[in-house]
């Protein structure tokens, strides 16, 4: 069964440093895509960034970037220049094919903290 | 705008008294879906639709039913709600079922049943 996994609960970082969100899943599949959603106070789910697993390019927007490796089956999130609008929780999402069910399987979330 | 909207947006109820939330996308997608979102366990779904009148269930859809009459539409209704179906719900929708598009999700619906 595929997995999603992030281990840390909490996160808190000052206004303007880097922070890095750990991720790993666990699956068989060959081709995929792996998401970074944020939820912020407002609880609205809104994508940060996806990364498909037949390129070996790390996906990037803005500020926002991931450390996708294939092989150890992880897919961290960067965050630089952090904001006060970045505090959320961030949640780690894989996206699988089961039948015609592509599915998003989730982890259990990451509360980001950007302290001014 | 381009949007998945959902109302209510809270909701408390009574056990057993039968509720519908309801979803609508203005994108014209096939795909859609709902999920509920429990504290640790991220978010996990009901239901889904591949299109109008075809629906299935997801991981966790005990005690959840859905119609799928209008592409726009995709409606949760809670026959008999109970407790444990206190969450934050999520509709979400996509141009196709591909694994490469993106779901776009709604603003969440806050259900608490006493």
């Known amino acids: 069964a595929q997995t999603v996994t992030q281990s840390q609960p909490e996160m808190s970082v000052q206004e303007a440093e880097t922070v890095t969100l750990s991720c790993t899943y666990d699956t068989s599949e060959n081709n995929y895509y792996l998401f970074w959603y944020k939820q912020p106070p407002s609880r609205q789910m809104i994508l940060v960034i996806r990364?498909?697993?037949?390129k070996q390019q790390n996906a990037t927007e803005n500020r926002f970037s991931v450390n996708f490796q294939k092989a150890a089956k992880s897919f961290s999130l960067k965050i630089s220049d952090s904001q006060l609008g970045d505090t959320a929780m961030y949640f780690c999402?894989?996206?699988?094919?089961?039948?015609?069910?592509?599915?998003?399987?989730w982890g259990a979330g990451t509360k980001l903290i950007i302290k001014p | 705008e381009a949007q998945v909207t959902q109302n209510p947006r809270y909701l408390i109820t009574v056990t057993g008294k039968k509720l519908t939330v309801t979803c609508s996308q203005n994108m014209n997608h096939e795909y859609m879906s709902w999920y509920r979102q429990d504290p640790g366990l991220g978010l996990r779904q009901i239901y889904y639709?591949?299109?109008?009148?075809?629906?299935d269930k997801g991981d966790v859809p005990e005690g959840y039913k859905v119609s799928r009459k209008e592409k726009r539409n995709f409606p949760l209704i809670l026959e008999s709600p109970s407790p444990n179906q206190t969450s934050l719900y999520f509709c979400?929708?996509?141009?196709?079922?591909?694994?490469?598009?993106?779901?776009?999700f709604g603003p969440g619906t806050r259900l608490l049943v006493l």
């Open positions: 990364q498909e697993a037949y």
């Open positions: 999402a894989f996206m699988k094919g089961l039948d015609s069910n592509y599915q998003l399987i």
């Open positions: 639709s591949m299109n109008v009148e075809v629906t």
């Open positions: 979400a929708s996509s141009p196709t079922r591909g694994y490469q598009e993106t779901q776009y």
